[in-house]
Each structure stands twice: as structure tokens, then as C-alpha cells.
Nanobody
Framework: QVQLVESGGGLVQPGGSLRLSCASS????????IGWFRQAPGKEREAVSC????????YYTDSVKGRFTISRDYDKNMVYLQMNNLKPEDTAIYYC?????????????????????WGQGTQVTVSS
């Protein structure tokens, strides 16, 4: 059974940094696509960043490019989202998601409808 548990959210001032963590279990991290999504109050959930294949190719939504970095640690079964230079518009609940296995040589689009396993989310608030 795929399980995902996020942590690392909190309150941070604009320009600050946070690192979100996602502890995964029940599947092989190496064979799955992994994503971070977020949902702000009154808005639809949106894709932030994904590792879309077994070669660790990544996707970032335009608004976070150059500020956020997604990574995964196979030994620890962990997925991370390093968030730098945070802005008030980054305020949202952040969710970790997984889908797979992804066949070798293929990639998974970083879209909500392509991910079937989700964590409970962690709140990120960027405010002075």
C-alpha cells in the first residue's frame, strides 16, 4: 500500500526558505513518478514540480522555476521540495503525490489526473 506523509511546512517571511519532506512507503521510489502539488485558499490544486521518470527528469511550473528544487533520496525513501525566495503567493497546502510504476523510457505528465496516491498535505504560509 502506497503511503505518503508530508512534513516541513510552516510560517516563513517573504524571501525565506523551507524544505518540505515526503516520507514514502509501500512502493519502489525508483520506479515511480513523484510530484508536489499545492492548493491555495479558494483555488484549484495545481502542479508545482514533478520527477517524471526513472531518469530523474523534472518539471517545474513557471512561477517556481529558479526558486524550488525537487529531489529524492532512494536510500531513505524520501522526496524533498527545497523552496527558496518564498513569496506570499506560494502560500498553500502542499501535497506529495506518487504514481507508477513508470515504464523505462517513458515519462508521466505532471498533472493532477495522472497521480493516484496522495499525502495529507502540509501548510506553507508566507507572510510578514
Amino acid at each position: 500500500q502506497v503511503q505518503l506523509v508530508e512534513s516541513g511546512g510552516g510560517l516563513v517571511q517573504p524571501g525565506g526558505s523551507l524544505r518540505l519532506s515526503c516520507a514514502s512507503s509501500g512502493f519502489s521510489l525508483a520506479n515511480y513518478a513523484i510530484g508536489w502539488f499545492r492548493q491555495a485558499p479558494g483555488k484549484e490544486r495545481e502542479a508545482v514540480s514533478c520527477i517524471i521518470d526513472s531518469y530523474d527528469n523534472t518539471y517545474y511550473t513557471d512561477s517556481v522555476k529558479g526558486r524550488f528544487t525537487i529531489s529524492r533520496d532512494y536510500d531513505k525513501n524520501m522526496v524533498y521540495l527545497q523552496m527558496n525566495n518564498l513569496k506570499p503567493e506560494d502560500t498553500a497546502i502542499y501535497y506529495c503525490a506518487a504514481e507508477g510504476p513508470v515504464a523505462a523510457g517513458t515519462s508521466l505528465p505532471c498533472r493532477l489526473t495522472h497521480f493516484g496516491s496522495w499525502g495529507q498535505g502540509t501548510q506553507v504560509t508566507v507572510s510578514s
